[in-house]
């Protein structure tokens, strides 16, 4: 799994997961930052990969248009 912390459209960071192909982002819902991930995972007995396959994620952006626009942090 690779994650990302990313600005979504409104300029919020945000923690995403890139899909197998590398073109789709799932952000993650209520997610701010990695080290809230972790805090959720560490707080739910999981592992960064369960706790974010575990997090809804209704947006999907494009990678290419994060990496263009250096939304990518």
Known sequence: MRLIQLLDD??????GVVDAAGAQVRVLDGVDSSRDLAAAAIAAGRNLDEQADATPGAQSLHYDTL???RRVL
């Open 67 to 69: 990496l263009r626009e």
């Open 10 to 15: 409104a300029g919020t960071a945000r923690v």
